[in-house]
């Protein structure tokens, strides 16, 4: 048998938890980006952006539209 990298040890070794939580994502963090994925990302960016975070005193938060006329992405 092989020796085991580093990753598979952790998987072996907390099976139980991901029974629970779902597996781990294996997959390289340093890749690029594909077309779909920055027309996504830009989309994602262009729906965050029409919201504005509001603190309260008591130190809690709420989100509210910046233009509340704007219907484009709602």
Known sequence: MAKENAV???MRAT???RAVFGPANRSSLG?????QNR???A???AETEQWETLH????STY???R???DKSLR
């Open 8 to 10: 598979e040890r952790f």
């Open 15 to 17: 099976g139980k938890f």
């Open 31 to 35: 890749h690029e980006m594909t077309d």
């Open 39 to 41: 027309r996504l990302l």
């Open 43 to 45: 989309m994602r960016q």
């Open 56 to 59: 309260r005193p008591d130190g």
């Open 63 to 65: 989100v509210v539209p």
């Open 67 to 69: 233009n509340p006329d």
